[in-house]
Structures are given as C-alpha cells and as structure tokens.
C-alpha cells in the first residue's frame, strides 16, 4: 500500500505560481510512474500530466502544457508539479497518484491516490 501526501495548495491571483509535492510512504517509489489529476466543482476528474518511473518521459494535458511542469525525486520519494501563469479555470482540487503502468494518462491506470490540495486562482 502506497499512502500518497500532497502539500502546497492555496489560493493564488491570475498569472501566479505554486509549486505541489506528493510525498509517497513507499521505498518501492522509482517502481511508479506517478500523475497529477484534478477536479473541479461539478465536473468530472481530468488529467494533468504524468512522469515516467525514472523520470525521463513526461506527458501533459493541452490545457497545462507549457505552463506545469512535473518532476520528481526518487530519492525522496516525491514528485513535483510547477504551475505558472495560472488561470482562473486551474481552481480545482489536485490530486496525485501512483501507477504500475509505465505512463498513464488515465485516471483507471492509477492503484494509489491521495487525499487532495485544493488551489484556487482568482480573476
């Protein structure tokens, strides 16, 4: 079982940064791709980007693409995403997740998941 611990959410102005971490419980960490995913009021989970195990290959959803970056460190057991130039229609809960596929942008590929960060982005 992978127990999944994101941090750094919060409430940002349009055109503004944060920086998420999900810290895993897991030594077995490298043995993962991992995904950010978020959610916002009404709508259905979607996609954000996903990282390979050893973090050479990345994927990214068109809305975010260009503007997030994921990352990671094995040796912390701890993968990142870097927003900038947020927008309004980034407001969501965030959530990362663990995957034994490869790289996975579906949510269904994905065994573990954490509890969520809220980030919200005003006008």
């Known amino acids: 079982q992978v127990q999944l611990v994101e941090s750094g959410g919060g409430l940002v102005q349009a055109g503004g940064s944060l920086r998420l971490s999900c810290a895993a419980s897991?030594?077995?960490?490298?043995?993962?791709?991992m995904g950010w995913f978020r959610q916002a009021p009404g709508k259905e989970r979607e996609f954000v980007a996903t990282i390979s195990r050893s973090g050479d290959i990345t994927n990214y959803a068109g809305s975010v693409k260009g503007r997030f970056t994921i990352s990671r460190d094995n040796a912390k057991n701890t993968v990142y995403l870097q927003m900038n130039s947020l927008k309004p229609e980034d407001t969501a809960v965030y959530y990362c997740a663990a995957s034994p596929f490869p790289l996975a942008d579906i949510w269904s590929r994905y065994l573990y998941w954490g509890q969520g960060t809220q980030v919200s982005v005003s006008s």
């Open positions: 897991e030594d077995a960490f490298s043995s993962y791709a």
